[in-house]
């Protein structure tokens, strides 16, 4: 073997040996957390988007509905329920839920069976 044909070699062998071991040394459970400041994407596929404040105060949360399915709550600054628009579990079809200042919920809003454009509640 020459001296070129070891330049390519050599360094070839030892990087297969390096993501080898690495991949024994390293376990993929600690390679699930990503910190970026910024992404773009032209797709982005999930389970859930968490937007929090500067405080870590959740403010915005999209995801699914346990056996129904997506739903997106918007939170006040601390964090309480102030609308929410999603499908639900009980129904088939959409509707918007509202909550008071304290987070409770004071109503609903959601297209009937007949799919007539009238609200219910």
Not at 59 to 64: A, D, E, K, S, T
């Amino acid at each position: 073997m020459n001296s070129r044909e070891r330049w390519t070699v050599y360094p070839l062998l030892f990087l297969a040996l390096g993501l080898a071991v690495r991949a024994v040394a390293i376990p993929a459970e600690s390679l699930s957390a990503a910190k970026v400041n910024e992404l773009e994407a032209l797709t982005l596929t999930c389970r859930e988007i968490i937007i929090q404040g500067d405080d870590g105060t959740v403010l915005v949360r999209m995801g699914r509905v346990e056996g129904a399915g997506g739903r997106i709550e918007i939170k006040d600054q601390l964090g309480r329920n102030a609308i929410a628009i999603g499908t639900r579990s009980d129904a088939h079809g959409g509707g918007v839920e509202y909550f008071d200042a304290d987070g409770n919920a004071v109503g609903t809003s959601s297209a009937d069976s007949q799919a007539d454009g009238r609200s219910i509640r």
